[in-house]
């Protein structure tokens, strides 16, 4: 299915969010870490921009949390979408990619 | 120290309330999760769960310098973490919501117009109940075999509100009326002075016959001897002279100069006859006879069967003939009708709004030909049913407004309270009924969704072999309707247009999907 890039109208906020799942940054804590932003603001705006097709949610394996001991956890990637409005971005926030830097697995 | 562990997750339950009940559980379990971590990482920064030793002088919770100390900090995390809840929970919900376009609820939806009919019915029909003298108007009289009971009025029905009865034919009837009357009473509303012990009020005390209360069936009220006078007192007559809720019954107050002993206290929203008093001084005829024999007053009449037959109007004419050979002729009125008279009211401006009605509007709905498209029979008749419904619900939601209107500003069975109920009935109807009509046309004749985006289709004035007018689409597809500007002969009323099923994809619910997920 052929994607069109959306045009880039997302705050500096949910922008450094967005570069922040992108570095790898998948947990919802890990992203309030890496920006310092509040989870009042990071949780809505992951939600926005998942409604917004530009990341999508999934719980990870039962197996995993079972093995650690701990629970189930969501984490986010982006999506094909969310990729190439971030390149746009980059061009919107030049100094993004230096505050917060994409991961290898990321950029693949 | 409070741990944080309970209060983090007493925050996270009550922010979860906030979420749409559908989300509720999944939403809880992200946050819990996430919630483990952060409590993880406060006890990783803070090296553990291990105490702080406190030095002698130093504050609980401080490092020395006056931070707060590690715990403190973990506890602060935690707090200030799940406090982010509610904000995403509500953007859950306010948007969550928009996510769901299939809700029946949408805006111009067939049940959300029901739903605010029956709120404005039953709101209005709260609004009676609360009312004191709106509930007095609609509910039966609480006396006994009320349907005999009646006023007599010398003046006619608007008269009946008012003392016009003299003294004397009230003290004939007694004697001359039996054909007609099985017992009669009488009272006369004055104000009086009423002395207790050093303390004097004014208040409403009527003169009246001592079988008064015997009438309305509370003989308990004015029993006991009867060669001295009795006061009855309203409850808040009672409240008034007797703060403090003591026992009143038996205690000698004075009026007018004359002793009498209070003999009861009337139940609240007992007295639904003509006339506001505070209290009734019962006396025997000897009592009364010292008035002025043309005094003015009332007279409640207890009425034999015959004379109410083979009527339901609620009121009759009658001729007396005293025993010097005059005629009385007066007019009486049954108690039981008058809890009746709202819904007569109603029932005839009902009537007369439905004859009005073709005089205000078109009656005629439109043109839905079905070229080509069979509808299902129950398509077809939710559009009438729907429609029907509109009628009856608007019905009682007039009815009660009319009714807070009429008695909420005047006193049940009063000239006004008619006139009001009249006049706000007839015209409250003759509109409802108006909207029922309207609102039905700018209806889809299948999903009963109100039509949108209109759309002027043609030029102005071009009505010859042109058209013009405005056009509505319903948003699901289902087809068109045009109006025309101006009513012409191959196009007098507005016409509906039915769209294949094919054309349904262009109509879309507003709801766009994550798209692009990989």
Known sequence: MRWMPVEPKLSHTAAMILQAIHAGQIYGFSVMEMTGLPSGTVYPAMRRLERDGLIVSKWEQASIAEAEQRPQRKYYKLTRTGRATLELIYRRYPLLERMIPSSPAGKA | MVNALPV????????????????????????????????????????????????????????????????????????????????????????????????AFYAGSALRCGLGLVTVAAASMLLCCCLPRVRKALLPPPYRDAASLAIVSSGGYSASQLPRVRLSDYQSW??????????????????????????????????????????????????????????????????RLFPGGSDVMGRVVE???????????????????????????????????????????????????????????????????????EIDRFTCLSLARQSRQPFSIFLFTLFLACVALPATTPLPLGDYPEHGVRLPRSIRARRWIFLAAKFVLVAPAVFFCSVDLAYGVSAPGSPASFYIQFASSFIGLLFAFRWTLRDQRKRCPVCLRLLSNPARVGQASRNFLAWNGTELICAKGHGLLHIPELPTSWCGAQRWLYLDPSWRGLFSDGYVTAGGAV
């Not at chain 2, 009550?14 to 999760?33: H, K, Q, V, Y």
């Not at chain 2, 200030?80 to 306010?94: E, M, Q, Y």
């Not at chain 2, 509370?218 to 808040?236: E, I, N």
């Open chain 2, 8 to 103: 983090s997750r007493v925050l996270l339950l009550c922010a979860s309330f906030l979420a749409p009940p559908e989300g509720r559980a999944e939403w809880l379990a992200e946050w819990e999760a996430e919630l483990w971590h952060v409590r993880r990482a406060g006890n990783g920064h803070a090296g553990g769960n291990q105490p702080s030793h406190r030095e002698p002088g130093r504050k609980p919770g401080r490092e020395p310098g006056g931070k707060p100390d590690a715990a403190v900090r973990r506890r602060r995390l935690t707090i200030a973490f799940c406090l982010g809840a509610f904000p995403d929970a509500l953007w859950l919900r306010r948007n969550g919501r928009r996510q769901a376009p299939h809700s």
């Open chain 2, 174 to 239: 007694r004697t001359s009326g039996r054909s007609v009357f099985q017992e009669v009473a009488f009272y006369r509303p004055a104000a009086a002075s009423v002395r207790i012990a050093d303390r004097s009020e004014t208040l409403t005390i009527a003169r009246a016959s001592q079988n008064l209360f015997a009438l309305l069936n509370l003989p308990s009220a004015g029993s006991g001897d009867l060669r001295t006078a009795k006061l009855v007192l309203t409850y808040q007559a009672r409240q």
């Open chain 2, 255 to 325: 009026i007018a100069g004359q002793p009498v002993s209070i003999a009861g206290v009337l139940p609240r929203n007992f007295w639904r006859l003509p006339g506001r008093m505070d209290g009734w001084m019962l006396e025997g005829e000897q009592g009364l006879d010292a008035l002025p024999p043309n005094s003015k007053g009332y007279v409640l009449a207890r009425l034999r069967i015959s004379a109410f037959a083979g009527g339901s109007d609620g009121w009759r004419s009658i001729v007396v003939t005293r025993s010097g050979g």
